[in-house]
């Protein structure tokens, strides 16, 4: 796991969210045994623009770039990190929250 760039600040995280992010690259892993082998890259921590009410800005949320197994990451990151988190395909990255409702 690697961010994409200096302007990544996982530091502000979740002590949690900092924890899940193994089990993130264990369903990256997992995904890409389909198709390959590349690094995950995070695009956005505790940093970036966000929705006001954005669980980014509470140190709860990571954005994992995605390219062609979108669908098949998610999958594995719904079973890999369960209940309490919600995994939500977008565009052009997968938005990955701890969210205790």
Known sequence: MKPKDASVNLDGLHDEVK????????A???ALQ???HNDMIVTSGF???HSATSLHYKGLAVDLRTRDFTDEWARYLRNALGSGWDVVVEPDHIHV???RK
Do not use: F, I, T, V
């Open 19 to 26: 924890k899940a992010l193994p089990l993130m690259e264990l």
């Open 28 to 30: 990256r892993a997992a």
């Open 34 to 36: 389909l198709l390959g």
């Open 47 to 49: 940093d970036g623009k």
């Open 97 to 99: 929250e701890l969210d």
